[in-house]
C-alpha cells in the first residue's frame, strides 16, 4: 500500500507540472490531491472588501529540505514545483499589485536545481522587474560561493536560519547534516556576503532546547543587519494534528519563556522579536502553486492560485494582517543600496 500510495503521489506531481506546461491555457478543473483540492473552510467568505496590497511576499516555492528541523512549519507534503516560467509571470502580477519586496524560502531554497532555480528568479525580480529588494531565506547548507559570483549582485538581503551556537543543540533540533557544522558554514556564509555586497541576517526559532541559551556575543561578532527571533508556532496540518509530519509540541515554549529569552539580549541593537501573535496574520505567504495561504485559524486554508484568479481576488483569502505587519516592523530599510553599509 504504502509503494503504492508513492506512485500515484509521483503520477500526481507529473501531471500537476505536465498542466502548467500547457499554459496560458487556463486550468479549470481542480486536480486530486492538488491545487483546490485541500479544505478550505472559509473559501467562499472574504475577509474584507477591500484588498490589501502585496507589498512584501513570501514565496515558499518548494516544501523540499535537506534539514529535519522538529518545529518546522511550512513540511514537505508535496515536491511539485511551478515552471520556471509560470514562477516568472506570478511574480511580474505580483509587481503589478504592488510587490515592493519578495523573500524566496521552503523547504530550502537551494535544493531546487542546485540553486539555479531561485538564482533565475533572484536574477529576473531585481533586473526585470526592479524590485527594491529581493531576498532569500536558507539553511545555508548548500549554498556554494560560485552562487554568489552568479547572482549575488541581484540579491539584497541573505537570511541564514540559526538557532544556536552549541552544535550539539543544533543536531537536537534537527539542522545537522552529516559531518558538517552548521555554525561554522554560517561564518563561511557571513564572509561572502561580505565580499558580494549582500545584507547578511539571521533568524532564530526559539524552542525549548535553546530558550536559555546566551547568543549575544556571537550575534554581535556576526554582525547581521537583522536577527529576527521568532517564537515557536504550531500550524495544525504542518508541524501539529493527525495529519502532520511534524511533532513540534515538544519545542514550545511559553510566552514568558520567550520573554526571558528577550530581556535577556535587549542589548543587541539588530534584534526584532517576533512572538506568535504578531507572526501568524503579519505574513503574506505564497505557497507552491501561489496561493495565499490564511493562518487566521490555526492551519493554513490555501486561496486560489493567483496565476488562475489574479492577486486580488486570491488575496482578499489571504487573512493578511496589514496593520500588523507595519507595527511589528515588516516595513524597513530592505534594499542593499540604502543601507550604506561597511561591507
Known sequence: LSVGRAVLAALRERLGALCWSLAP?????????????????????????????????????TRRCNYKCG??????????????????????MLKEAGMEKIN???????????GEFVGELVQFCKQEL?????????????????????????????????????????????????KKNHVENLHKLRQWCREYAVAFKINS?????????DMNEQIKALNPVRWKVFQCLLIEGENSGEDALREAEKFVISDEDFDRFLDRHKDVSCLVPESNQKMRDSYLILDEYMRFLNCRNGRKEPSKSILDVGVEAAIKFSGFDEKMFLKRGGKYVWSKADMKLDW
Open 25 to 61: 491555457l487556463p486550468l479549470s478543473l481542480p486536480l486530486p490531491g492538488w491545487r483546490d483540492s485541500a479544505p478550505r473552510p472559509q473559501r467562499e467568505q472574504e475577509w474584507g472588501d477591500t484588498a490589501p496590497t502585496p507589498i512584501s511576499v513570501n514565496y515558499h516555492f
Open 71 to 92: 518545529f518546522c512549519f511550512h513540511t514537505a507534503k508535496t515536491s511539485f514545483v511551478l515552471p520556471l516560467e509560470e514562477a516568472k509571470r506570478g511574480l511580474a
Open 104 to 114: 524566496f524560502s521552503g523547504g530550502e531554497p537551494f535544493i531546487q536545481d542546485r
Open 130 to 178: 526592479e524590485l527594491p529588494s529581493v531576498s532569500i531565506v536558507s539553511n545555508g547548507s548548500l549554498i556554494r560561493k560560485q552562487w554568489f559570483q552568479k547572482y549575488g549582485e541581484y540579491l539584497d538581503i541573505l537570511a541564514i536560519s540559526c538557532d544556536s551556537f552549541d552544535e550539539d543543540v543544533n543536531v537536537l533540533i534537527g539542522r545537522g547534516q552529516g
Open 205 to 213: 526559532v526559539i524552542n525549548r532546547f535553546n530558550v536559555e541559551e
